[in-house]
């Protein structure tokens, strides 16, 4: 007898449970991201017995439409950058962490002490090689050029390296103690601006100098495997981990280090970290469900299984340790681990379109000095603040 009133609350919770509303989910992810999607809300209606929907925007509709959509929006928004997190912080309601092991993904979607974002992957930028073809790891500057001019002479492409592109050149920039992003950014006086420093001078001097061996390689193919690498007959890339799966089914194999710096620079090598995550709507009425799903997502084992099918790298450090055997990834590892995160704030298109513009001046107008265009970018950028 005092089984009936089990039996009866768990008929009325499972027939409660069928009738759940469904769980919306917005995300740009395609292709093998979006089967890693469609898998994991799969378990979770297997695991709960709610029922999920997904919705594919592209990038730079998915953030606009989640702001204009009202109560009509999404629930649960996947793959939100680390950048947007400024312009979505009051469409994403609070999330709690399962616990301390990301402190580095945590605070890249932690704003104001409330954490708005589970990190789901990290990205930063490493220099790709091929083992077959170069002899040992490139640590050093000094064994990188020598390695460089060993695979020039021998008739193979040296360095592909984009040298107007500040994602790329960032880690170069911080090398040299220039944080164009960091605190002396938001001053008000134009000689302390990141780009004014004496080490941005160095970092552009060095590409300067780079310029005439390195600018027919500065655009190298961005998400589609770098030229050096799959459409030469050897070569060196700064590449990022998107380019890798490209590479690996082309039949290349290839290795990962983080990119060396010349001996002058004071510090090492410090790309931009670019970190996406899951984000539960202010306006759902389905926090809760939403937050479980947020969970599962950024647990260790879907950030995992992200990588296994299409190649996007964890943000937690526990995840990475299921790949430590994974020898094309330690680089770009390590390269996570030193590097800082692409900045939110209200500046960073004022500083970086300036900033790109002097990268590309730098290559192109040989006749101005690098002090003169440095010079001018940060009057750009201070006109553009009102500074």
């Given at each position: 007898m ?15 449970t ?60 996947v ?46 930028m ?36 984009d ?19 960091g ?117 260790d ?87």
């Open positions: 005092p089984r009936l009133p089990s039996l009866a609350l768990l008929t009325l919770t499972l027939i409660g069928a009738h759940a509303a469904p769980l919306t989910v917005w995300t740009h992810y395609q292709r093998a991201d979006a089967n890693w999607l469609r898998a994991q809300a799969a378990l979770y209606t297997r695991r709960t017995g709610q029922p999920v929907q997904i919705r594919t925007l592209p990038l730079d509709q998915l953030g606009p439409q989640w702001a204009a959509a009202g109560a009509g929006g999404p629930d649960v928004v793959g939100v950058p680390d950048e947007w997190l400024l312009q979505v912080r009051t469409l994403a309601a609070p999330l709690t962490p399962a616990g301390p092991q990301d402190r580095a993904g945590i605070q890249a979607f932690t704003l104001g002490g409330r954490t708005l974002g589970l990190p789901l992957m990290a990205e930063a490493a220099l790709v090689y091929n083992p077959r073809l170069v002899s040992a790891p490139p640590t050093t500057w000094k064994a990188l050029t020598l390695e460089l001019a060993r695979q020039v002479k021998l008739g193979r492409q040296g360095l592909v390296l040298l107007t592109d500040p994602y790329t050149q960032a880690g170069l920039f911080r090398a040299y103690g220039a944080d164009v992003f605190p002396q950014a938001r001053s008000a006086a134009p000689a302390t601006w990141g780009l004014a420093q004496p080490g941005a001078l160095k970092a552009a001097e060095r590409l300067r100098q780079w310029g005439p061996a390195l600018l027919r390689n500065r655009q190298p193919e961005r998400r589609g495997g770098g030229p050096g690498l799959r459409g030469g007959p050897g070569g060196d890339v700064l590449a990022g981990p998107w380019e890798l799966p490209v590479l690996q089914q082309a039949g290349l194999e290839v290795r990962s280090v983080p990119f060396p710096v010349p001996e002058d620079a004071p510090q090492g090598w410090q790309p931009f970290v670019g970190r996406q995550a899951v984000m539960v709507s202010a306006r759902s009425v389905q926090r809760k469900e939403g937050a479980a799903l947020a969970g599962q997502l950024s647990s084992a879907a950030q995992v299984a992200l990588y296994r099918a299409g190649g996007r790298l964890p943000s937690s450090p526990a995840a990475w340790a299921q790949l430590a055997d994974t020898p094309e990834l330690r680089g770009f590892g390590q390269a996570i681990r030193a590097g800082a995160p692409v900045p939110a704030r209200p500046e960073m298109d004022a500083v970086w379109d300036p900033w790109q513009a002097a990268l590309g001046a730098i290559q192109t107008q040989p006749q101005r000095s690098v002090r003169e265009i440095l010079g001018a970018a940060v009057q750009t950028i201070s006109a553009a603040l009102g500074r």
